[in-house]
């Protein structure tokens, strides 16, 4: 909590103006990705993004805050046909609940999750690394779990 009050991140975009050399950038104060924030997903940053097939992907790492500790943590899933993310399949890709142990050998505390970064390695499948920790020992490490996608979901 940050001054009795739950975290609650969200996702935006920024709007880029770009004239020979040089970059500048602001927050796009009309974020068309407000209304991804949810249920498990109540606070959401550090998207990795991709594009497969016709379909738009965000992979953000989320969180429930207002749980409590210890804060459900999950690598989420955002996938559309429009890359405004307009009408959203959001759901949980990787959970901190389900996969702990199997992430993290030796696992003595509750895990945290975030960060993740696609990387497309063949025609249907994604490599996933997203950072995880042992909030035990509080070292963040590298994680790699495989997904297959099919072009029709």
């Not at 429930?64 to 943590?73: D, K, M, N």
């Not at 945290?112 to 990387?119: H, I, R, Y």
Request: charged fraction near 25%; proline fraction near 5%; include cysteine.
């Amino acid at each position: 909590m940050l001054h009795g009050r739950h975290w609650r991140r969200r996702i935006g975009m920024l709007r880029l103006f770009v004239s020979g050399s040089k970059v500048r950038a602001e927050r796009w104060t009309e974020n068309p990705l407000d209304h991804l924030n949810g249920a498990w997903n109540e606070s959401l940053f550090c998207p990795g993004y991709f594009v497969f097939g016709d379909k738009y992907y965000l992979l953000p790492a989320a969180a429930t805050y207002s749980v409590g500790f210890p804060y459900r943590q999950y690598i989420g899933s955002v996938e559309d046909s429009s890359p405004y993310f307009e009408s959203p399949n959001i759901r949980p890709l990787v959970s901190c609940t389900e996969l702990g142990r199997n992430i993290i050998a030796g696992l003595r505390g509750e895990i945290a999750l975030d960060s993740a970064c696609p990387v497309l390695r063949s025609k249907d499948r994604a490599w996933l690394y997203y950072s995880v920790m042992d909030r035990d020992d509080g070292l963040w490490k590298t994680a790699l779990s495989v997904f297959a996608f099919d072009a029709e979901t």
